[in-house]
């Protein structure tokens, strides 16, 4: 009822029919006066259907010859969309005839309630321009408290996306426009921005792993891998399986992901079949070792990643090229590797392969192991997976 007392005074179109609104009762009954037969309506509000009502506020304006019109609302029965343009061509007493586009129309605002939905078309809101398309745009949001509140992301890209060939912006205030902005709509990514965000949280978690990962040369697998990977690489015991990690650079030289070796930290043994590429997509170079610019450097695919381990000249650059493939893990060496606690992982890191607590596990291996071979191997095998 509150609403319908609000808009005592206005017309409201209920279906294809206009009223003038009267007034509301205190009990809820709508006083309405219909404008084509000029009877009264008594309605309830509660019985009125929401979907079939329009509501509209009467404005004069004057009309001369060559203004520039528009409609309000979309014209089914003269086929004129909502927002078309139009220039008045003529006036001959209440009649208008407007030309839209080559196409003359006749209106009578004066007759018919249904022809009374037109405006001047010099200045629109952003809402109302939806959908329209035209050469010049000039855009004026101020930047008052009122003003600044209307600013959101979307009415703006209506504002911006109307012209054809140009726009030109005014703001009061740009700085206090933008945060205006913001706050309604949050900062929004294109979906190349998106990708491109995603690409660099992925090249952010690498580089936190790395820097949580342990230096390789402070540990005992240090004695028992390559001195190249020693030296350059890190060792990650946070993933179920440790794993050395390989620095990946851009053509830039910047770190943007970790080449991933699967390592077993008993023997030292590289599993280089499971190992791959993760962080950012421009991740392209590893560089095992850094030698003299007067020498041509030495480039490697992954798949030559032993090869390369096997350089021997130090004033060579040596480096890696990436290929971002993911090699498919081996099951039985994933089970072993993840049948490992985090501290059984610490503590084979301050192994020594004499030590005495692999003498002290000796009465727990296979009857068929030769446990004194078994501690001076670089490198073993258990002989069944029962067994294992």
């Known amino acids: 009822m509150d609403f319908w007392q609000i808009n005592t005074g206005n017309i409201a179109k209920i279906n294809q029919t206009y009223y003038h609104i009267n007034e509301t009762s205190s009990d809820g009954i709508l006083s309405l006066h ?17 979907d079939t009502v329009t509501l509209y506020q009467a404005n004069t304006i004057t009309v001369s010859p060559g203004e520039k019109i ?3 609302v979309t014209d089914k029965e003269r086929m004129a969309a909502n927002n078309e343009i139009g220039i008045v ?5 209440d009649t208008l005839l407007i030309d839209f586009n080559g196409k003359t129309l006749t209106y009578q605002p004066n007759q018919e ?43 703006t890209y209506v ?19 933008i945060k205006h902005i913001e706050t309604h709509s ?6 190349h921005d998106f990708i491109k965000r995603q690409d660099e949280q992925r090249a952010v978690s690498e580089k936190t792993l790395w820097e949580q990962s342990k230096v390789i040369t402070q540990t005992a697998l240090a004695k028992k891998v390559d001195h190249l990977i020693a030296e350059v690489g890190r060792l990650s015991t946070l993933n179920k399986s440790p794993e050395i990690l390989l620095p990946v ?16 930290i008993y ?40 090869s390369a381990l096997q350089q021997i000249e130090t004033d060579t650059t040596i480096v890696v090229e990436i290929t971002q493939e993911t090699a498919k893990p081996n099951e039985l060496a994933t089970a072993v590797e993840e049948s490992l606690s985090v501290s059984d992982i610490d503590k084979a890191l301050n192994l020594d392969i004499n030590d005495t607590l692999l003498k002290d596990e000796e009465s727990k291996l296979p009857e068929n192991v030769d446990a004194e071979k078994l501690m001076n191997a670089d490198e073993f095998s258990l002989p069944t997976e029962d067994n294992l």
């Open 267 to 306: 023997t030292g043994n590289i599993d280089f079949e499971r190992a791959r590429y993760q962080g950012a997509k421009e991740g392209k170079y590893i560089i095992l070792q850094k030698g003299d610019e007067s020498v041509e450097p030495k480039t490697y695919q992954t798949d030559q990643l032993p």
């Open 89 to 93: 061509k003529k006036i001959e007493g």
């Open 34 to 50: 219909q404008f084509d037969n000029q009877r009264e309506h008594y309605l309830s509000v509660m019985a009125l259907n929401p």
């Open 113 to 155: 309630m249904s022809d009374r939905h037109l405006d001047y078309t010099y200045a629109v809101t952003a809402y109302a321009s939806q959908g329209a398309s035209v050469p010049y745009v000039i855009v004026y949001d101020g930047a008052s408290d009122n003003k600044a509140k209307l600013a959101a992301l979307d009415n």
């Open 70 to 72: 528009r409609l309000t």
């Open 186 to 191: 949050g900062e929004r990514v294109s979906a």
């Open 159 to 177: 504002e911006f996306s109307r012209s054809k060939a140009h726009v030109q912006v005014y703001l009061d205030d740009a700085e206090k426009w």
């Open 249 to 264: 650079v851009n053509e830039n030289g910047i770190h943007r992901g970790n080449y991933h070796l699967p390592v077993g």
